[in-house]
């Protein structure tokens, strides 16, 4: 990942969560602020009702996030991306990088299978080869029209359940590696954590200062996460040593980065 990408990627994150956080902290409405808006990239199964348990698969902020993520996502791994969300047994391709990462979602989110659904369904990263496989014979066809020779599907994991999955797709000979995968994990990480907090933002959940400041935590250790290649646990122990170091609260330290970021 170069340097100026993942910069680029942690200021737009940053930005925006940032302001989300801010309206969150003032108390607004923020479920009709979050609402506003076209979601693009998400298709519901035809037919479904839309009610309040299906808002982790409507909000227009989480394609925007998930984007962010997915276009350096696909840089690093030289790889087209996709992230599916399911809830409640409805399912949507929230984004993608490009147009052949929209093509194989959108035949796993038509038929109810592939890898990105194995994965979610196992909660375990999915190895395939779409264009040879016989286990979905119709994901074959659609993976070679597509020139795709190998993916590599992550789940999307939150503290309750698995929320997603985030797949890979190459159009060459090279199968993903154990280092890709280490790669993928922690992009799938920030995009669940992503989502799970504008979730509990949408819903309603607990706006007290305490979750406020742990809002900003998360968002610095994403930011951290990007910048610096590390996984979650990492970023965490970054944070919490550069606040010790300075002599500041830990929330203090994450307030200044995020800060600093968004208007870097």
């Given at each position: 990942?170069?340097?100026?990408?993942?910069?680029?990627?942690?200021?737009?994150?940053?930005?925006?969560?940032?302001?989300?956080?801010?309206?969150?902290?003032?108390?607004?409405?923020?479920?009709?602020?979050?609402?506003?808006?076209?979601?693009?990239?998400?298709?519901?199964?035809?037919?479904?009702?839309?009610?309040?348990d299906d808002l982790l698969l409507e909000l227009a902020p989480i394609a925007e996030h998930l984007?962010?993520?997915?276009?350096?996502?696909?840089?690093?791994?030289?790889?087209?991306?996709a992230v599916m969300l399911r809830n409640d047994g409805r399912l949507r391709t929230a984004a993608?990088?490009?147009?052949?990462?929209?093509?194989?979602?959108?035949?796993?989110?038509?038929?109810?299978?592939?890898?990105?659904?194995?994965?979610?369904?196992?909660?375990?990263?999915?190895?395939?080869?779409?264009?040879?496989?016989?286990?979905?014979?119709?994901?074959?066809?659609?993976?070679?029209?597509?020139?795709?020779?190998?993916?590599?599907?992550?789940?999307?994991?939150?503290?309750?359940?698995?929320?997603?999955?985030?797949?890979?797709?190459?159009?060459?000979?090279?199968?993903?590696?154990?280092?890709?995968?280490?790669?993928?994990?922690?992009?799938?990480?920030?995009?669940?954590?992503?989502?799970?907090?504008?979730?509990?933002?949408?819903?309603?959940?607990?706006?007290?200062?305490?979750?406020?400041?742990?809002?900003?935590?998360?968002?610095?250790?994403?930011?951290?996460?990007?910048?610096?290649?590390?996984?979650?646990?990492?970023?965490?122990?970054?944070?919490?040593?550069?606040?010790?170091?300075?002599g500041v609260q830990l929330s203090q330290a994450a307030i200044e980065l995020v800060s600093a970021?968004?208007?870097?």
């Amino acid at each position: 990942m170069s340097r100026a990408r993942g910069r680029a990627a942690c200021r737009n994150i940053a930005t925006s969560i940032t302001a989300t956080t801010r309206r969150e902290i003032g108390g607004a409405q923020l479920t009709g602020a979050l609402m506003r808006g076209q979601p693009t990239d998400d298709r519901s199964r035809p037919g479904e009702p839309h009610g309040a348990d299906d808002l982790l698969l409507e909000l227009a902020p989480i394609a925007e996030h998930l984007r962010d993520i997915l276009d350096v996502a696909a840089a690093e791994l030289r790889a087209s991306c996709a992230v599916m969300l399911r809830n409640d047994g409805r399912l949507r391709t929230a984004a993608t990088s490009d147009t052949r990462a929209e093509a194989m979602s959108d035949w796993q989110f038509v038929h109810g299978a592939g890898p990105s659904l194995e994965a979610m369904d196992d909660s375990v990263a999915v190895y395939s080869s779409p264009s040879t496989t016989s286990q979905w014979p119709g994901f074959a066809r659609v993976a070679a029209e597509q020139r795709c020779s190998s993916s590599l599907s992550i789940p999307l994991l939150t503290e309750a359940s698995t929320i997603g999955a985030l797949t890979a797709y190459r159009d060459n000979a090279l199968q993903f590696t154990p280092a890709d995968q280490q790669v993928a994990q922690q992009f799938a990480e920030q995009a669940a954590g992503a989502v799970a907090y504008l979730l509990r933002i949408a819903s309603g959940a607990d706006l007290s200062a305490a979750v406020a400041h742990q809002s900003v935590i998360d968002t610095a250790v994403g930011i951290l996460m990007v910048r610096g290649g590390h996984d979650g646990e990492q970023a965490l122990a970054a944070l919490r040593a550069d606040a010790t170091a300075r002599g500041v609260q830990l929330s203090q330290a994450a307030i200044e980065l995020v800060s600093a970021t968004s208007a870097g």
